[in-house]
């Protein structure tokens, strides 16, 4: 029996990695759900297929996409979509996610996540392609915010307009990374829970955790890099708390982790301190909603 | 339209020497590498230290392993 949160809705698993793969399926049972990355899949066997849609099966599943490149006023990749709306079709996930970042343009591949301009311009070409990556998939991607660490050259919005809007455009849900979101107050001076209130919390369906280091730049400022090699910090735990008494819908919480993998009984500690932060923010929304009544 | 920003940012963030020839002629760089007018400012206004970190991120990640988010 998995150890459920507070709200039998909320979930707490992590992201599938090869190196973890072993213990995740000795603890499947203290799992809630699982992701698993899409572009690793895209070149998959038959055979890892079929155990993926057999995994599908044992717990809630859902697909990451890394490189479709939405958030642009450039068209997104088709050819990678085509790819994603296959693997969506034969491994019948959950529901799938994709970033709110651009990735290429003008035939150059950045190689990573970048954001673009926050500016009316990327929110229309944003709408237009969740728009396509819908009909070509069949449903609607969780949207992810991203970590950057330069505020978008010739932007006129803060991220939490722009995120929001393109939410509203598209009524996608949002999949909230709280360790981006952290990073992003953190290299720009700004609190973390108001940048997290200033978004449209109703549509929080699922939530990325993770962590990452402080490094210096050539000019001495220390900035905050989201590398997933590192432990989520408490920070993020508070914010999940904080999220918890605010989101309105039940959420999917994936740990996430790409290397420096810690003994599997630390992740499994991590997934605890997510159940208790989830738990005690519902709580608090329940506390809040019998005093309002 | 911001497709051409777009197009200047990716070359910005595809190369870390990019990024630095930029950062020495911005003006003479952007109008060299077609970048409309009206944009000029956005990318004048464009923080160095923050533009120099972001592009070295992008290229040790692109050199490394780790999944790129």
Redesign the interface.
């Known amino acids: 029996m998995r150890k459920l949160s507070k709200s039998a809705c909320d979930r707490v698993g992590l992201a599938w990695r090869d190196e973890l793969a072993v213990d995740i399926h000795i603890h499947l049972q203290d799992i809630d759900c699982l992701e698993i990355?899409a572009d690793h899949e895209f070149r998959a066997s038959r055979q890892r297929i079929a155990a993926l849609r057999e995994l599908a099966r044992q717990v809630p599943l859902s697909l990451h996409s890394?490189?479709l490149g939405l958030a642009?006023?450039?068209p997104v990749d088709e050819k990678r979509l085509a790819r994603v709306a296959e693997l969506v079709s034969r491994i019948e996930p959950d529901h799938w996610s994709e970033?709110l970042a651009?990735?290429?343009?003008?035939g150059?591949?950045?190689?990573?996540?970048?954001a673009?301009?926050y500016?009316p311009?990327?929110l229309e070409g944003a709408v237009r392609n969740v728009e396509r990556a819908r009909r070509a998939v069949g449903s609607l991607p969780h949207l992810e915010n991203?970590a950057?660490?330069?505020?978008?050259?010739?932007s006129v919005w803060s991220e939490e307009q722009f995120v929001g809007q393109v939410l509203h455009g598209t009524q996608a849900p949002l999949l909230l990374d709280l360790h981006n979101l952290y990073a992003n107050a953190w290299n720009f001076g700004r609190d973390p829970v108001e940048l997290l209130r200033a978004l449209p919390l109703e549509q929080v369906r699922s939530v990325h955790l993770s962590g990452g280091c402080v490094v210096r730049?050539?000019?001495g400022?220390a900035?905050l890099?989201?590398?997933?090699?590192h432990d989520p910090p408490e920070v993020v735990f508070d914010l999940l708390q904080v999220l918890a008494a605010n989101a309105t819908r039940g959420l999917t919480v994936i740990i996430e982790r790409?290397?420096q993998f810690p003994d599997f009984r630390a992740v499994l500690r991590q997934m605890a301190l997510a159940r208790l932060a989830l738990a005690r923010g519902r709580e608090r929304q329940l506390l809040l909603r019998s005093a309002a009544a | 339209?911001?497709?051409a920003?777009?197009?200047f940012?990716?070359?910005l963030?595809?190369s870390a020497l990019e990024a630095e020839s930029f950062l020495r002629e911005r003006a003479a760089y952007a109008r060299a590498a077609g970048l409309p007018e009206k944009?000029l400012p956005?990318?004048l206004?464009?923080?160095a230290?923050?533009?120099?970190?972001?592009a070295q991120?992008?290229e040790y990640?692109?050199r490394g392993?780790?999944?790129?988010?």
Do not use: C, Q, W
């Not at chain 1, 651009?102 to 003008?106: E, I, N, P, S, T």
């Not at chain 1, 150059?108 to 970048?114: D, T």
């Not at chain 2, 230290?49 to 972001?54: C, K, M, Q």
């Open positions: 990355l890394v490189a642009s006023s450039g970033h651009f990735v290429r343009a003008g150059l591949e950045i190689g990573h996540l970048a673009a301009p500016r311009e990327t991203i950057t660490s330069i505020r978008p050259p010739g730049d050539a000019a400022v900035r890099v989201d590398d997933h090699f790409d290397g | 339209m911001s497709a920003l777009e197009v940012l990716a070359r963030y595809s944009h956005d990318v206004a464009i923080d230290a923050s533009l120099r970190f972001t991120s992008f990640k692109r392993s780790a999944n790129p988010r």
